[in-house]
């Protein structure tokens, strides 16, 4: 039916520019530059509209309205995809949030004749000399200086500074750190200093009698006034002798990495 109409407009189109033809060839040149001119504006007129009235009828216009959808279907599809980022990331801060509280919840029950402060650690200052953490826990939470630090592995450091928000504490690993320490199978005293050689510490003052071997666990002797007794500290990677029996030292492998290190647990006292 559309074409029968288009083919109709076409050949009434036709027949007045033939009209038009004819009458122009009849003038003289003189004349014919202002009806030219007349012409264009009487006939591109008519023209356009037929081209489009054909287009129109014929489906050549569904290019420019399928463009325009495929644009509106992009800007959805971005929109999409933002909310679904959004989500993503939402849901990756959730899972940190639960992970921390499972370690929160382990820690409580693995040092459950403490009574304690969950923490975690905001930020690190680790030099060649230093390892100070500070945790978001403070006064208001009931912290205060000297209070021992645990992690789930062992022994973390102790509270060397306290605000109303927050708490620094120095590790074990800490140049300036001395944790009196006990041998656990043989119970000999040693002392562990922080050396920030490889994360490591170094056992010094062994009895000339103690037959230590790489292995042995080491733990806290209760002696000090700062560390409650038998809190894990490492074990020992590495004895050290020297000429002098007196001075052989061990290298001990913390049992804390505190490299991943992030949550924590105060003791109060």
């Given at each position: 039916?559309y ?7 076409g ?5 007045i520019?033939?009209?038009l033809?004819?009458?122009?060839s009849?003038?003289?040149s003189d ?15 008519i023209q ?28 959805e599809l971005?929109?999409q ?13 959730v ?14 029950e ?14 690190k ?10 945790i ?20 973390v450091?102790?509270?060397?500074s ?51 071997v ?10 000090g006034g700062?560390?409650p007794?038998?809190?894990i ?9 020297t ?15 505190f ?11």
């Amino acid at each position: 039916m559309y074409k029968k109409k288009t083919g109709i407009i076409g050949i009434i189109v036709t027949i007045i520019i033939l009209i038009l033809l004819v009458f122009l060839s009849n003038l003289k040149s003189d004349s014919i530059s202002y009806i030219e001119n007349a012409f264009s504006k009487v006939v591109m007129p008519i023209q356009t509209g037929y081209t489009y009235l054909k287009n129109k009828v014929t489906g050549n216009t569904n290019f420019f309205t399928n463009m325009d959808n495929l644009k509106t279907e992009n800007d959805e599809l971005k929109k999409q995809n933002s909310e679904l980022e959004q989500k993503l990331r939402e849901l990756e801060i959730v899972k940190a949030e639960n992970q921390t509280l499972k370690e929160y919840l382990g820690l409580t029950e693995k040092y459950t004749q403490y009574e304690t402060v969950p923490a975690y650690i905001i930020s690190k200052d680790v030099s060649n000399y230093s390892s100070i953490y500070v945790i978001n826990a403070g006064k208001k939470d009931g912290i205060d200086v000297n209070m021992t630090v645990i992690a789930d592995k062992g022994l973390v450091g102790y509270v060397i500074s306290v605000t109303d928000e927050t708490a620094e504490v120095q590790t074990i690993i800490d140049s300036s750190s001395a944790v009196s320490a006990s041998i656990s199978n043989t119970q000999d005293s040693i002392i562990c200093r922080g050396s920030l050689t490889d994360g490591k510490l170094r056992g010094t003052y062994i009895p000339t009698s103690a037959d230590i071997v790489e292995g042995n666990d080491v733990e806290t002797s209760g002696m000090g006034g700062i560390y409650p007794k038998g809190i894990i500290i490492g074990k020992i990677k590495e004895v050290v002798s020297t000429l002098n029996n007196l001075d052989r030292y061990a290298w001990i492998e913390p049992a804390v990495d505190f490299n991943k290190l992030e949550t924590v647990l105060v003791i109060k006292k």
